[in-house]
T-cell receptor, first 115, second 114 residues
């Protein structure tokens, strides 16, 4: 069974479009995250949710909006896509909130290419 | 705020040789430290982590890392590298008592020659 899954795996789209990436975890974890990995492999946190509540919101353009319908799902919606949004987006989850020693479990990533 | 430096962007070793990947962190207190591995086209997998106790930490796949407070380092080691270890390795630091935010280094790509 896949612990943290993301769909789609690949996403190719035009500038200006709106797209969503979905993430689901079946680990029973309380906290979920979105990370962005750029072309140089640099990995940076974007958002973190605990039990459907936003905890971490890094300086991300407001074109990016996370949504957590329940604690097992954290989706990422991106409006008006730009070339610079091309990256690999990773979802992750961990057991508890407010404890950075918890292991984060990562999904396989969604490779977004904006043309 | 915490930060991580991985000085080596790319390392090449021969299969069977020993390996050491360097990681230096910056944080005002004792940090939580992690090593993750990313195989090509895959997500990240935790190799090992340190947050207290014995400064030599054993992980999966035969990896270990040593926390050295005096050097602000958490270097990853393996005595004998296998071809399947070729991947990108990321060191990360978390803050004690703070949010669950992890700050990652820029990664070290490991190539293993036969």
């Amino acid at each position: 069974d896949t612990a943290v899954s993301q769909t789609p795996k690949y996403l190719v789209t035009q500038m200006g479009n709106d797209k969503s990436i979905k993430c689901e975890q079946n680990l029973g974890h309380d906290t979920m995250y979105w990370y962005k990995q750029d072309s140089k492999k640099f990995l940076k946190i974007m958002f973190s949710y605990n039990n459907k509540e936003l905890i971490i919101n890094e300086t991300v353009p407001n074109r990016f909006s996370p949504k957590s319908p329940d604690k097992a799902h954290l989706n990422l919606h991106i409006n008006s896509l730009e070339l610079g949004d091309s990256a690999v987006y990773f979802c992750a989850s961990s057991q508890a909130s407010g404890r950075s020693q918890e292991t984060q479990y990562f999904g396989p990533g969604t490779r977004l290419l904006v043309l | 705020a915490q930060s991580v430096t991985q000085p080596d962007i790319h390392i090449t070793v021969s299969e069977g040789a020993s390996l050491e990947l360097r990681c230096n962190y910056s944080y005002g207190a004792t940090p939580y430290l992690f090593w993750y591995v990313q195989s090509p086209g895959q997500g990240l997998q935790l190799l090992l982590k340190y947050f207290s106790g014995d400064t030599l930490v054993q992980g999966i796949k035969g990896f270990e890392a040593e926390f050295k407070r005096s050097q602000s380092s958490f270097n990853l080691r393996k005595p004998s590298v296998h071809w399947s270890d070729a991947a990108e390795y990321f060191c990360a630091v978390g803050a004690q008592g703070g949010s669950e935010k992890l700050v990652f280094g820029k990664g070290t790509k490991l190539t293993v020659n036969p």
